[in-house]
Nanobody, 116 residues
Framework: QVQLEESGGGLVQAGGSLRLSCAAT?????????MGWYRQAPGKQRELVAY???????NYADSVKDRFTISRDYAKNTVYLQMNSLKPEDTAVYYC?????????WGQGTQVTVSS
C-alpha cells in the first residue's frame, strides 16, 4: 500500500508564493518512474502541472513555466512544487501523483487559493 501525503497548500495573495510537498510512504521499497503534480479547478478537468522523472527530467505545463519549479528528494521519496508569482487562475486543488511500472498513485489533494 502506497500513501502520498501532501502539505503546503493555503491562501495567498496574487504575486505570492507557496511550496507544496508530497511524501510517499509504503511498507516496501519504493521506486517511482515519475512523481509530479496535477491540479483541478472547479468545473474543469484535472490537468498536469509538472512532473520529474527518475532520471531527473522535468516537464511543465505552459501556464506555469518560469513560475513553478518541481524538485525531488529521491532518498525521501518526496516531491516538491515551488510556486512563485501566483495568479488567481492558479486556484485549484493540487494532487500529488506517483507512477511505478505497475501502478499510478494519487494523493488526496491540497487546496491552493490565490486571491486577487
Amino acid at each position: 500500500q502506497v500513501q502520498l501525503e501532501e502539505s503546503g497548500g493555503g491562501l495567498v495573495q496574487a504575486g505570492g508564493s507557496l511550496r507544496l510537498s508530497c511524501a510517499a510512504t509504503s511498507g516496501r521499497t519504493l521506486r517511482f518512474n515519475a512523481m509530479g503534480w496535477y491540479r483541478q479547478a472547479p468545473g474543469k478537468q484535472r490537468e498536469l502541472v509538472a512532473y520529474v522523472t527518475s532520471g531527473g527530467s522535468t516537464n511543465y505545463a505552459d501556464s506555469v513555466k518560469d513560475r513553478f519549479t518541481i524538485s525531488r528528494d529521491y532518498a525521501k521519496n518526496t516531491v516538491y512544487l515551488q510556486m512563485n508569482s501566483l495568479k488567481p487562475e492558479d486556484t485549484a486543488v493540487y494532487y500529488c501523483n506517483a507512477v511505478t511500472v505497475f501502478a499510478n498513485y494519487w494523493g488526496q489533494g491540497t487546496q491552493v487559493t490565490v486571491s486577487s
